[in-house]
């Protein structure tokens, strides 16, 4: 395995990602992220940014050989903020209103951080879902009092 292969999958098993919900996430096939992080087969340098936002990495970080992480993204800026919301509950607009309408505007609360990606849990309409929701899709998000 080199070491682009080595940190994608150390990055991905840290996150508790499966290869299949990875590659899912990346628009490609479990045997893509099987042969990336083989070291058969490299990432096409246009897939190298989006692996490092859904893995909260710099592509210097895996691109570089012996490069280390400063911090991980819970750690830094904005990052820390978001992990400070993890059981809270909140209202979410999105950039896209269709884009995800059973939580639009729908008290639901965060559960988890997973790179760039936000997992929420929400009673609606429809019953109760959780959603794994990209970070980049989120205008803006209210935090509701618990008495609301």
């Avoid at 859904?54 to 210097?60: A, H, Q, V, Y």
């Avoid at 951080?113 to 209210?142: C, H, Q, Y």
């Amino acid at each position: 395995m080199n070491q682009l292969g080595t940190k994608i999958a150390e990055k991905r098993k840290s996150l508790g990602m499966t290869q299949i919900e990875f590659a899912e996430k990346m628009h490609v096939t479990r045997q893509t992220v099987s042969r990336w992080e083989a070291g058969t087969a490299m990432p096409d340098i246009d897939k190298i940014g989006d692996i490092a936002d859904l893995l909260g990495t710099s592509c210097d970080y895996l691109l570089k050989d012996g490069a280390v992480e400063s911090g991980t993204p819970q750690t830094r800026g904005a990052g820390k903020l978001l992990k400070s919301l993890t059981g809270k509950t909140v209202r979410l607009s999105f950039f896209d209103e269709e884009a995800d309408a059973d939580l639009y505007k729908t008290p639901c609360r965060i559960t988890d951080f997973e790179g760039n990606w936000m997992r929420v849990a929400a009673d609606t309409k429809k019953g109760r879902i959780e959603k794994l929701i990209p970070l980049s899709s989120v205008l803006s998000m209210e935090i509701v009092k618990e008495d609301d």
